[in-house]
């Protein structure tokens, strides 16, 4: 073979791993658009959970998936692995994600799983450069309730394994969608990953919270999380998995059931 077409060979594969790369981003990253309009936000169950309280939420647009190794090696490859508030935006220990000779890529047969492992300054990272945000923990909760208010979990009011990865069923995440949808098309929502939402966490913040698209507290040492995961005790997660459930996490922390999806303005 002449120098000439193995320059072409290599030429062709790279053009063809770039596009494979964004194909991977353009199929994954369509978002939903959840109407405005007003739900009961958390519950009296529990005391983090309360009170139950009326909220409106403006409309605004949510990832259908969460995002995957594939999405979030696309940003390091770009933006590199940076560190923010003395942490990387991605812990590569236990991820799904190697680096080699400055390339990050998905360990094989994960591409399409969420990526794990990224602290909440890597997930807002990787979100402006999608041109959007994390989502709110209120705007969460309205996307994750779907098209009816009040149920116990998106589905109904008894656990489903058809719609959630939770409890080590499969003892490890599994590929974005392979569970049902909830109302909205959204898949996900609860299992699979934690969530990292944009807002400080504080626990009476329900007291007194706004009744018009809450942002959380001006500030705290932890951010919300919500949905729960794949990793955990059965009998444990099923509370977990509940919509109005909330948990948090200081910024910096990684684990291996944690990761994120993207938000953004209508405008």
């Known amino acids: 073979m002449n120098r000439r077409i193995l320059q072409l060979l290599v030429i062709v594969f790279i053009l063809s791993a770039a596009a494979a790369e964004r194909a991977w981003t353009?199929?994954?990253?369509?978002?939903?658009?959840?109407?405005?309009?007003?739900?009961?936000?958390?519950?009296?169950?529990?005391?983090?959970?309360?009170?139950?309280?009326?909220?409106?939420?403006?409309?605004?647009?949510?990832?259908?998936?969460?995002?995957?190794?594939?999405?979030?090696?696309?940003?390091?490859?770009?933006?590199?692995?940076?560190?923010?508030?003395?942490?990387?935006?991605?812990?590569?220990?236990?991820?799904?994600?190697?680096?080699?000779?400055?390339?990050?890529?998905?360990?094989?047969?994960?591409?399409?799983?969420?990526?794990?492992?990224?602290?909440?300054?890597?997930?807002?990272?990787?979100?402006?450069?999608?041109?959007?945000?994390?989502?709110?923990?209120?705007?969460?909760?309205?996307?994750?309730?779907?098209?009816?208010?009040?149920?116990?979990?998106?589905?109904?009011?008894d656990i489903d394994a058809l719609y959630t990865n939770y409890g080590q069923d499969v003892e490890s995440t599994t590929p974005v969608g392979s569970y049902l949808p909830n109302g909205y098309g959204l898949y996900d929502m609860t299992g699979?990953?934690?969530?990292?939402?944009?807002?400080?966490?504080?626990?009476?913040?329900?007291?007194?919270?706004?009744?018009?698209?809450?942002?959380?507290p001006d500030s705290g040492y932890a951010r919300i999380i919500r949905g729960g995961g794949w990793s955990g005790p059965v009998h444990v997660y099923a509370k977990y998995l509940r919509c109005s459930f909330r948990y948090f996490l200081r910024p910096e922390s990684t684990n291996t059931y944690l990761g994120f999806r993207c938000a953004r303005d209508t405008e």
């Not at 007003?38 to 995002?67: C, L, N, R």
């Not at 939402?197 to 698209?213: F, G, V």
Request: with cysteine.
């Open 26 to 157: 353009q199929d994954l990253t369509r978002m939903v658009l959840i109407p405005a309009g007003k739900f009961i936000m958390g519950s009296d169950e529990f005391h983090q959970e309360g009170p139950a309280h009326k909220v409106y939420v403006d409309a605004f647009y949510i990832d259908t998936y969460e995002v995957t190794n594939a999405h979030f090696c696309a940003f390091l490859n770009e933006q590199g692995n940076q560190t923010e508030a003395g942490v990387p935006w991605l812990d590569l220990k236990d991820s799904r994600i190697v680096q080699d000779g400055g390339r990050f890529t998905p360990l094989p047969g994960y591409e399409d799983h969420p990526v794990v492992r990224v602290t909440w300054y890597g997930a807002a990272a990787y979100a402006r450069w999608r041109n959007a945000r994390l989502p709110s923990e209120a705007e969460w909760e309205k996307a994750v309730r779907g098209d009816i208010d009040g149920r116990t979990y998106f589905w109904g009011e």
């Open 192 to 216: 699979n990953v934690w969530e990292w939402c944009s807002d400080w966490y504080a626990r009476d913040y329900y007291y007194k919270s706004p009744k018009r698209n809450p942002q959380g």
